[in-house]
Every structure is written in C-alpha cells, then in structure tokens.
C-alpha cells in the first residue's frame, strides 16, 4: 500500500521543509518530493496534513514507566499501558529503563521486555537501559542504596546474555573498582556505556570516556559537583565531543542556565532530551512508588520522602516544547535531540530517528504548539487525537 502525506511542513534534524510530501510504501519512506510531482492515482491514500508538522517518531531512551506502570511490574500488561502513553505523547519507540534491584527483579523485568511481543498498535519497545546497579552510594540519589553495589563483570555478562541483543545501555559509576571491565566488554558487544550517579573526578570520569562511554546519564543531577579547580564528571561530560548528554528538561531537575550551558557546549548534535518518566506521569499528585520506596509527587515533583528527585512525571513532548518555548530553540532542532540524537546514541539511525528516503515510517504529526495531533509506526496511523 502506498500512502502519501501532503500539506505538511516536514521537519528533518536540519530544516523544514514547506511544499513537499513525503510517499510511505510498506512501512517505509520511499520518497520525499514537491507535491505537485506526485500524481493521485499512483498512491492508495492520501493522508492530508492541514499544513502542520510532520516529524519523525520521538524515542524516549531513560523512562521508568507512567500511567501507573512500571518495568519493574514485569508484565505484559505494564508494557502495554506505558506504550500507550507514549504514543499519546509522539514518542514513538522507547527504551525500558530498569532502575538498581536485586539481580532477581532485574533478570525478571529483563526477561519480560525480551518475552514481550509488540503490538502493532501501539508505541514500540526497541531496547533495555539498565539503571544500575554499579553506582556511587554518594550520589545515588532514588537508587534503593541496598541494592547498589560493585561493578562485576560476570554479572553483567549473565544479564547481557539474558537480554538477547536487547540491552542497549548500562548506567555505570566510572570510577569504582572494575567498572573499566565492564566498560570494555560492553564496548565488544556494542552496548552503550553511560556514566551516572557518580563522584567521579574529571581524570576518573576521562578514563571512563577513553574505555567506551558515550553518554552522561541524566547530565548535572546524580553527578559530582562542578568545580572550577576539580570540574568531575559535569566537566567531561560538556567538553568531550564523545559524550551524548541526557537532559530532563521539565524545568524541575535543572535551572535553565544550566540547560544554556549545556545547548552552548554540546551544541543541539549532542544533546538527548529523556523524560526519566515514573509510574506517576500522566497521573494526578499523589503517593507512589520507585524501587520499592515511597515517592510523593505535588505539583508535579516527585520526590522520595528525604527530598531527593525520584525521576519525573514528564514527557518527551513537553521536554520539546520546553526547548522551543522556554529556550528558543528552533522547533527542527528541539526534535532532532528527541529523534535522531537518541537514534544515534543506541545505533538505530539506519532506521530509525528522522524522515529520510529508507527509513521506517515511524512519524508524528504536530501543531505549532507541540500538541501530538497523531502518530504513525510502520505507516499506519496508530493514534489519533479526538
């Protein structure tokens, strides 16, 4: 079936393009042209845009759960319920982050994200981010500290095995004793090695860098202090072009001059935007729960009962429009750091990340105001706003 989208204003990570269309045939893009080069009775459907935005699917790499769900819950149903969130929110395929545990709960939520089956209707799980549980006991900030622990290599080596291909990132603390073991053998399995609730030293935090690691999880929160004669962790991460950065911009985990210096830094190449989403995004404030520890959300934050941050209540969509409206980003390249650069980071930009000529048709479609008017995976329609 041949489908062709018009009179949309089509967003590619580096312009937008006004007066073209994009033909999908199969689930993928097969071409990008002016519309009037199009003839009708070549295409099935014509799907007409209205002259909003055409963008590609958002990928949420770092996200605990929401709607009341989380990995942790290992069932079928939990998957479900958070990709049906996501989807009413333009994210379009997701990482299922599993936050520090026992190795039996962690196995036991890998092997539901391996064992769960996609539905076609719904936002689609691509991977594992493995939160844990090799962190610094000094920032671990909603990490349950009983759970924490050394790195161990065999360990790692068990769950990877158990994830049959699908572990894409594992949040490390670089500088602890056999951390840089594990660095390297994810390497060799082509995993992401992120840095995370860490103390590490910038000389610390560079070796990690020099061994593999290519993204900062959740960039300044869970991280030693910046320091202008010992700049850390923070200081490695904004200055080597190696490092991808998460940022959860719900203008709670960070003060916008701290998202300044980072877009300043980084460049929008090397920014993520992650919600770091638990069971309470999209609810009302309430109680809650995150590593089996009680989390108490008011307007929005949402904390454990000593204060500290217990992830967000945020969306990939909000994060976006929060780029475009509280920081004057342009809208192509506030979702390029939601498409592309996640794309990028876990090694699926062949397929996925950005409208281009090859690529799954996982799209979004959007007003001025970031509002997700519908959403497609594979080309179909999956969602659409009432």
Same mark, same amino acid.
């Given at each position: ?9 089509? *967003? ?28 009708? %009775? ?27 769900? !989380? ?45 769960? $089956? ?28 009983? @759970?924490? $622990? ?18 894409? *990132? *594992? ?5 602890? %004793?056999?951390? #840089?073991? *594990? ?27 020099? %061994? ?19 700049? /850390? ?17 719900? #203008?709670?985990?960070?003060?916008? /001059?701290?998202? !300044?210096?980072?877009?300043?830094? $980084? ?17 009302? !404030?309430?109680? @809650? ?8 959300? $008011? ?11 217990? /992830?967000?209540?945020?969306?990939? #969509? ?69």
């Amino acid at each position: 079936m041949k489908v062709l989208i018009k009179n949309v204003n089509i *967003v590619t990570p580096y312009e937008i393009i006004y007066g073209h269309g994009v033909l999908i045939e199969k689930g993928v893009i097969k071409r990008i042209d002016k519309e009037e080069n199009f003839k009708r %009775e070549n295409v099935d459907n014509v799907i007409d845009g209205q002259h909003n935005f055409l963008a590609s699917g958002f990928i949420d790499i770092h996200n605990h759960g929401n709607s009341g769900y !989380d990995f942790m819950d290992s069932t079928e149903e939990a998957i479900d319920s958070i990709a049906a969130f996501h989807l009413q929110n333009g994210v379009t395929s997701f990482l299922g982050t599993i936050i520090t545990s026992s190795y039996e709960d962690i196995k036991k939520a890998i092997q539901n994200i391996v064992d769960y $089956k996609n539905k076609e209707m719904n936002s689609q799980i691509i991977g594992i981010h493995l939160e844990g549980p090799f962190f610094s006991m000094e920032k671990k900030g909603a990490q349950p500290a009983k @759970y924490i $622990k050394g790195p161990d290599l065999n360990g790692i080596k068990e769950l990877e095995e158990l994830s049959n291909g699908m572990l894409k *990132v *594992v949040s490390i603390a670089p500088e602890l %004793e056999g951390s #840089r073991s *594990v660095i390297r053998y994810l390497k060799s399995k082509n995993i992401v090695s992120a840095m995370a609730h860490s103390n590490a030293t910038f000389e610390q935090a560079k070796k990690g860098v020099y %061994e593999g690691i290519t993204l900062a999880t959740h960039l300044y929160n869970g991280m030693r202090s910046f320091s202008h004669r010992e700049p /850390g962790i923070i200081g490695v991460s904004l200055i080597d072009d190696r490092v991808y950065c998460e940022i959860i911009y719900d #203008r709670i985990h960070l003060h916008d /001059g701290s998202v !300044d210096i980072a877009l300043r830094t $980084k460049g929008v190449e090397k920014i993520i935007l992650v919600s770091d989403a638990m069971r309470a995004a999209g609810l009302d !404030d309430g109680e @809650y729960e995150l590593g089996g520890q009680k989390v108490l959300v $008011k307007k929005g934050e949402a904390r454990l009962e000593s204060g500290a941050l217990a /992830g967000s209540t945020l969306n990939l #969509r909000d994060a976006v429009y929060n780029m475009v409206y509280k920081k004057n980003v342009p809208i192509h390249e506030a979702v390029r750091m939601a498409s592309l650069n996640p794309a990028k980071a876990i090694s699926v930009d062949n397929k996925k990340g950005s409208i281009e000529v090859g690529k799954d048709a996982d799209l979004i479609l959007f007003d001025r105001e970031i509002n997700i008017l519908a959403s497609m995976v594979g080309g179909n329609i999956i969602w659409q706003k009432n």
